[in-house]
C-alpha cells in the first residue's frame, strides 16, 4: 500500500545566469538567435584555445550562496567532466567536484508546518548545447547554448512531497530573481530541475535506490512527474521487484516517465582538475562586498508585509513570489490607506488578467485608488474588479470611469430601505425559510435587493436593513 511508504526527494537545479557574455568566452547569452550563430572556437572546444573565466559568473553564485545562507569557499576549483554526447563538442564539461563554491545552505519553506530544506552545495558550470529531433529522424545541433553560464543548486534529500517540492521551487526561484542572479524564465530553460526520487517504508532511515527525472522545467510536470514515480516504484517493490538506479526522463504527453540509462557515478565522469583554469579564490572583503549589495529577501520582505499591513501570511507569500509584482504592490501600497483592499485585488483581478507576465499596466496609484474606493465603500468589489479589467486596456482616471459606467456604490439607507422593503415583499418563500431558522435563506433575499438597485446597492448596508425589517 502506498500509505506505508514515503517519498524521500532530493533536487538538482540549473540556473542560468544573468550574464552578457558566456562562461569563459565572449559570445553572447541572448536567448532566441539562429542555430549557431553565438559560438566561437573557445566555446566549441577547438584545439589550442584557452577558456578565461568571466568574473560575473563567481558574484552571480557567490550572491546566490549567501542568498542561501551558504558557506563560501575562499579557494576553490574547476574540474572537468568527460562524457560523450553529441550537444557536447569538447567531450568534458567544465564544472566543479570536490572544491565547490558555496556549500552548506539551507531554505526555509512552509507547507502546513515549517521545515528547514538543507542546501548540500552551488557550484558553476557550463551549459551543452541542444539537440532538435526533426520529424524526419535527424537529430540537429544547436551549439548557441555551450559555455553558457550556469549555477547548480543541491539540495539535501529533506523533501518528503510534490507540495514540498513546488514550495522549495518557488522559493528559490524567488530568491534568484530578486538578486538578480537569473530571470529564472523556466519556458526558455534558464531554470531546470533534475528530481531525485526513492521510496522507504514510514519509520525507516536508510535511504533506497534513487531514479533521477532529467531536465523538467514546469512546476506543474514536475509534480506529476513525481507522483507518477513515487507510484511506480510503489508498485514495483510490492510486486517483488528489484529497482534499479537509473535515469528517467518524463513523457508529459503520456504523464509517465521511461528509463533512459543506468545512473552514472562520479567515477564513470573521471573527474580532474581543468589545466587551463587558475583556482577560484574569493577574499572576505569580496564576500563582504557582495552580501552589502543583496536586496531585502523574500521572507523579509513577507514579515514586513504581514506586520506592516496586517496582510494574511499565505496573501503575503503571494505577493513577494515576483519582486517586480512585490515592488508594484508597495508603491500602490504607500498611496493607499487600505492595504488588505489593496491586497484583494492584486490577489485577485491583477494576478488573473496578469497570468505569466510581471508588467501590470494600470499605474500604482490608480490601483491604490481603488483599493481607497472600496475600503470607503464608496464601490463595491464587483465594481473594482471590473474597473481594473477596463483600466487593464486602456489608461483612465478611475473616478472618471466609474463615472461614466455608473459604478459608484449607493449606501444612503433612506433610499436603500424602500428597495430592501420590496425585495422582502418579493421574497415571500426566502422570508418563510428564515423564519423557521434557516438564516442563510437572507442571500437570496440580498439578491434581489441587489439586482434592484443595479449591483450598486451596498450589501452590507441591505443585509442589516433586511434583519431588521424581517425582525420587525
Not at 48 to 75: D, H, Q, S
Not at 206 to 222: D, H, V
Not at 273 to 286: A, F, G, H, K
Request: contains cysteine; charged residues 30%; negative net charge.
Amino acid at each position: 500500500m502506498k500509505k506505508e511508504f514515503e517519498m524521500v526527494i532530493g533536487v538538482e537545479v540549473h540556473v542560468e545566469l544573468k550574464t552578457k557574455s558566456k562562461i569563459f568566452c565572449g559570445c553572447s547569452t541572448a536567448f532566441g538567435a539562429q542555430p549557431n550563430t553565438q559560438c566561437c572556437p573557445v566555446c566549441m572546444g577547438m584545439p589550442g584555445v584557452l577558456p578565461v573565466l568571466n568574473e560575473k559568473v563567481v558574484e552571480c553564485a557567490v550572491r546566490a550562496g549567501l542568498a542561501t545562507n551558504c558557506e563560501i569557499a575562499e579557494f576553490s576549483k574547476q574540474d572537468r567532466k568527460n562524457y560523450f554526447y553529441p550537444d557536447l563538442p569538447k567531450a568534458y564539461q567544465i564544472s566543479q567536484y570536490d572544491l565547490p563554491l558555496c556549500q552548506h545552505g539551507y531554505l526555509d519553506i512552509d507547507c502546513g508546518a515549517p521545515k528547514r530544506i538543507g542546501i548540500t552545495r552551488i557550484h558553476i558550470e557550463e551549459d551543452a548545447g541542444k539537440l532538435v529531433h526533426t520529424a524526419g529522424g535527424e537529430t540537429l545541433c544547436d551549439y548557441n547554448r555551450c559555455g553558457v553560464p550556469l549555477i547548480e543548486i543541491v539540495s539535501e534529500p529533506d523533501l518528503r512531497s510534490a507540495e514540498e517540492v513546488n514550495a522549495f521551487l518557488r522559493k528559490l526561484r524567488a530568491i534568484l530573481i530578486y538578486t538578480g542572479v537569473s530571470d529564472c524564465k523556466m519556458q526558455e530553460g534558464s531554470m531546470r530541475c533534475d528530481v531525485n526520487l526513492s521510496i522507504r517504508k514510514k519509520g525507516e532511515q536508510a535511504l533506497g535506490t534513487r531514479t533521477e527525472m532529467k531536465n523538467l522545467n514546469s512546476f506543474q510536470f514536475i509534480a506529476k512527474a513525481i507522483e507518477y514515480e513515487f507510484a511506480r516504484q510503489v508498485q514495483a517493490v510490492e510486486a517483488g521487484e528489484t529497482l534499479t538506479q537509473e535515469t528517467r526522463r518524463f513523457d508529459q504527453s503520456l504523464g509517465k516517465t521511461f528509463s533512459m540509462r543506468s545512473k552514472e557515478d562520479a567515477d564513470d565522469y573521471r573527474y580532474f582538475p581543468d589545466p587551463d583554469l587558475v583556482p577560484i579564490v574569493v577574499s572576505r572583503q569580496e564576500v563582504s562586498r557582495i552580501a552589502a549589495s543583496i536586496p531585502e529577501l523574500p521572507d523579509a520582505r513577507k514579515a514586513r508585509y504581514i506586520e506592516r499591513y496586517q496582510i494574511a501570511p499565505a496573501d503575503a507569500e503571494i505577493l513577494v513570489s515576483e519582486r517586480e509584482v512585490s515592488d508594484y504592490f508597495e508603491q500602490a501600497a504607500e498611496q493607499c490607506a487600505y492595504p488588505k483592499a489593496l491586497s484583494a485585488l492584486m490577489l485577485g483581478e491583477v494576478f488573473r488578467l496578469l497570468g505569466a507576465e510581471t508588467a501590470i499596466p494600470i499605474p500604482p496609484k490608480h490601483l491604490a485608488e481603488l483599493a481607497g474606493f472600496v475600503g470607503q465603500e464608496k464601490i463595491s468589489a464587483a465594481a473594482a474588479k471590473k474597473a481594473v479589467a477596463a483600466l487593464w486596456e486602456k489608461r483612465e482616471e478611475p473616478a472618471a470611469y466609474l463615472e461614466r459606467m455608473e459604478l459608484w456604490q449607493q449606501s444612503d439607507e433612506r433610499f436603500l430601505e424602500p428597495i430592501a422593503r420590496s425585495a422582502v415583499r418579493q421574497c415571500e418563500k426566502s422570508v418563510a425559510d428564515y423564519k423557521r431558522g434557516k438564516k442563510q435563506a437572507i442571500g437570496a433575499i440580498i439578491g434581489k435587493a441587489m439586482a434592484e438597485t443595479g449591483g450598486r446597492g451596498n450589501a452590507a448596508i441591505l443585509r442589516r436593513l433586511i434583519e431588521r425589517i424581517l425582525e420587525e
